[in-house]
């Protein structure tokens, strides 16, 4: 089912149209609304009325998350708090996190571009949707829930978490669709089974899986263990949370909602556009948001675009699965980890030194693991064990207050972890995905 035949299959010289009359309005509407952006205009020594069509775009300049961070909390808001009705954050390269707002009509944006992944996914109106992505200030929860209420599914508000009260849920009301990460998708199916259910006559028929990256493999396991097709969802808060792209049965690429969130994909060194299904950074403009509009926003993402149409009949560009980061971000749990943040973490804490090292490992079906090794400078490994436990046990708590992940710290000598010449190596990633 498509559930905006008008805008998901609209014919590709029309939707450019839409899109340059989108461009037009936005770029008058943030210079107009949005100091920060005014200046950044200025600087570019470019006028919102030199932008005419949607080729223009690249006459703009591009917005980092380091636009976010400096202008934090509300530098690029284009609209009055008091038309903002929900917040959300994300994780910050180091101490701020990211804020993204919402006005009433960027929330009947995201539920409308979250109907439409589940609609793309296979959803029906009349489905239940077993809703696993954590609800708070992730966009993962209450995103699927606006696009499930939207199309008129039956949501069920699971969150994360607690398995065995997800697996019962799944027993007694037979949802069809289950939304969560795809890691939590296996570790899910251990536990069934270690509770006597065979995952295999599980109800869930379509999976809406993403947050995190994962492998054709991963799908494949997923897809034979539980018996249902496993489909790929991608989206940041930035943007607008999840809703960005969503991958149809045919599982040849995420549609790009591109009369909404227009991509291009760019040498993230050069800044400029790469060939047609070249790998790139993933770049996206927001066409209608109202509350933070972003302009070119870099994702660090790294994509292929293919602009083809596809089978299923919609003619929105389809985007790889995400094939890794320009930065060295990593995702945990669904959980985005900077190791900035955790440098940011022990340069407040006496004792430690800024040399460290994040190991990330994954055992078959369990969730992931984090270890964070932190080196103490000498005098405070001379120290009593107690001394060393206690330093311990508040580094643990300030990444968990940070971060929002529990590690493992383990304490080692000075200058045990290894130096580089260059960029230091501050993540291991054992994870087999
Ligand atoms: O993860 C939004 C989301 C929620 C997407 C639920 C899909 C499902 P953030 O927390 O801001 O937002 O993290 C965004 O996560 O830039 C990617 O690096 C990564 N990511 C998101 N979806 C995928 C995916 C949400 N399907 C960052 N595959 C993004 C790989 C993904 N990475």
Redesign the pocket.
């Given at each position: 089912m498509i559930w905006n035949e008008k805008y998901e299959c609209m014919p590709v010289n029309e939707l450019k149209q839409v899109q340059s009359e989108r461009l037009k309005k936005l770029a008058a509407y943030i210079y107009t609304n949005c100091s920060v952006y005014k200046d950044k205009f200025d600087k570019a020594g470019i006028k919102p009325d030199a932008i005419r069509s949607i080729d223009d775009i690249k006459k703009l300049p591009f917005t980092t998350k380091i636009d976010m961070r400096d202008n934090y909390p509300y530098g690029l808001f284009c609209k009055d708090q008091k038309e903002v009705i929900e917040i959300h954050v994300?994780?910050g390269t180091t101490g701020n996190p990211?804020l993204v707002g919402y006005t009433r009509d960027d929330i009947k944006l995201w539920s409308e571009v979250m109907a439409r992944c589940m609609a793309c996914a296979g959803a029906e109106p009349g489905d239940t949707i077993q809703n696993a992505?954590g609800y708070g200030l992730?966009?993962?929860g209450l995103?699927?829930h606006y696009g499930g209420l939207e199309m008129g599914l039956r949501v069920i508000p699971m969150s994360s978490g607690q398995t065995q009260r997800q697996l019962k849920i799944m027993q007694d009301f037979k949802p069809k669709i289950i939304?969560c990460?795809p890691s939590y998708a296996l570790y899910m199916a251990e536990e069934a089974r270690e509770m006597g259910i065979d995952p295999k006559k599980g109800s869930w028929k379509i999976g809406?899986?993403?947050?995190?990256?994962?492998s054709e493999k991963m799908r494949n396991e997923i897809e034979a263990t539980w018996n249902m097709l496993a489909t790929?969802?991608?989206?940041?808060?930035?943007i607008i949370?999840?809703g960005v792209a969503q991958e149809c049965p045919n599982k040849n690429g995420?549609h790009i909602f591109s009369d909404v969130f227009y991509p291009e994909i760019i040498d993230p060194d050069s800044g400029e556009a790469v060939a047609e299904g070249q790998d790139g950074e993933l770049v996206i403009t927001t066409l209608t948001k109202q509350a933070i509009p972003l302009i070119r926003y870099r994702?660090?993402?790294i994509v292929s675009i293919n602009y083809e149409k596809c089978k299923c009949g919609r003619t929105s560009p389809r985007i790889s699965?995400?094939k890794g980061?320009t930065d060295d971000?990593i995702?945990v749990r669904?959980?985005?980890v900077f190791p900035s943040q955790i440098e940011h973490v022990l340069l407040g804490i006496k004792g430690t030194e800024p040399h460290y090292q994040i190991i990330v490992d994954r055992q078959q079906h369990q969730l992931d693991e984090v270890e964070v090794l932190v080196e103490v400078n000498s005098k405070m490994f001379s120290d009593e064990v107690k001394q060393l436990e206690e330093l311990k046990r508040k580094i643990k708590k300030e990444i968990s207050a940070v971060l929002s992940i529990s590690a493992k710290v383990t304490l080692v000598e000075p200058k045990t972890i290894e130096r580089s010449m260059g960029k230091a190596k501050r993540v291991i990633d054992k994870r087999q995905m």
């Open positions: 994300s994780s990211t992505y992730f966009t993962g995103g699927a939304s990460t809406v899986f993403g947050a995190e990256p994962w790929d969802i991608y989206g940041l808060s930035e949370g999840p995420l994702t660090r993402d699965k995400i980061r971000m995702v669904g959980i985005n």
